[in-house]
């Protein structure tokens, strides 16, 4: 039987060219050796616990979903489908709090970087964020969860659940370990000291955006004084951000490219880039731009993988209940 693997993406509007190279083009690749048995879920339940307008969640879970069938997750590979529809993951969280210190949560850096100290007003949600976290993966017992460096605290603390739970009500939960990938960083094209975020549309590149918002979007991008196209992050922090991206997706070694605009300036370096970026993302716009006007479709490929996912959910958290005296 293949291993099971984890993951999942918010529902909180467009992705970027950051989302893409490090969680969704991993998703395809991950998917596609044929080696794992993929979950792939739309965490919904976690995009709720930040700011959020009811009136759009639907239309972003849908367009997600678009994203996910258009990049290459296919349905008959994978099971795609929508936490929220599980009721098992919110029935986990709760009896994974109760074995949670108090303390372990505290210590979490995300919700260290998300709130301000002192205030009281914070939702309990995003407090409690790592438990559900810890829940979406203990149900499957996946053996492996794709994840950055910055979820790496959240995926040892599942992992100390998983133990905490098994040496107190019995064996039940299969301890998770990281699956590493190497993804370049992606930094905003108006500051590259910062990370892309599409809190900031216009220095940012949205996998779905037009060719003619590419274009623009690069073409002002913060480089520097200088006109050599080298990749030197300390002192080129602005053309060292595009070289690794260009690398992501053509393919070709950075210093490869390095020499291929030897003695060209950055405006046509960044041009090159923004077609490249362009061409990269071509079939992916079509084929979303097809998928966004079938929402029937949508719904059903996320009910049909929730029902799935379900059906293995369900055999677990029977279990949990088992170990733990409660339930008929």
Request: hydrophobic share 35%; net charge positive.
């Amino acid at each position: 039987m293949k291993p099971i693997l984890v993951s999942g993406i918010q529902p909180s509007g467009k992705l970027h060219i950051g989302n893409y190279l490090g969680a969704l083009k991993n998703f395809v690749d991950l998917q596609n050796t044929g080696r794992y048995q993929c979950y792939f879920t739309i965490v919904d339940l976690h995009s709720i616990t930040e700011d959020f307008d009811p009136k759009q969640k639907r239309k972003q879970i849908l367009d997600l979903a678009a994203d996910f069938l258009a990049v290459g997750l296919d349905p008959k590979k994978s099971v795609i489908f929508l936490q929220s529809q599980v009721p098992a993951h919110a029935e986990l969280t709760w009896i994974l709090n109760t074995i949670t210190p108090m303390g372990e949560l505290r210590r979490m850096t995300q919700f260290k970087e998300k709130t301000t100290v002192g205030n009281e007003s914070e939702n309990v949600g995003l407090f409690d964020y790592p438990v559900l976290m810890a829940a979406d993966i203990l149900l499957y017992d996946a053996k492996f969860v794709p994840v950055g460096n910055d979820q790496l605290q959240h995926l040892e603390l599942t992992r100390t659940l998983a133990r905490k739970f098994n040496s107190r009500f019995g064996k039940a939960f299969t301890e998770p370990e990281a699956l590493l990938t190497e993804t370049p960083r992606v930094m905003s094209l108006g500051d590259p000291k910062k990370k892309m975020s599409k809190s900031q549309p216009d220095t940012c590149i949205f996998i779905d955006d037009t060719p003619e918002a590419i274009r623009g979007k690069v073409k002002h991008a913060v480089t520097d004084s200088s006109s050599e196209v080298k990749y030197d992050p300390a002192n080129k922090p602005g053309i060292s951000n595009i070289l690794s991206v260009y690398a992501a997706l053509s393919g070709d070694p950075i210093k490869k490219i390095e020499e291929e605009f030897a003695g060209k300036n950055y405006g046509y370096f960044k041009a090159m880039f923004a077609e490249t970026v362009i061409s990269y993302f071509a079939e992916f716009r079509k084929k979303k731009k097809s998928l966004i006007r079938k929402p029937r479709k949508l719904a059903s490929v996320l009910y049909s993988g929730s029902k799935k996912a379900s059906k293995m959910a369900s055999k677990k958290i029977s279990e949990v209940k088992k170990k733990i005296g409660i339930g008929i």
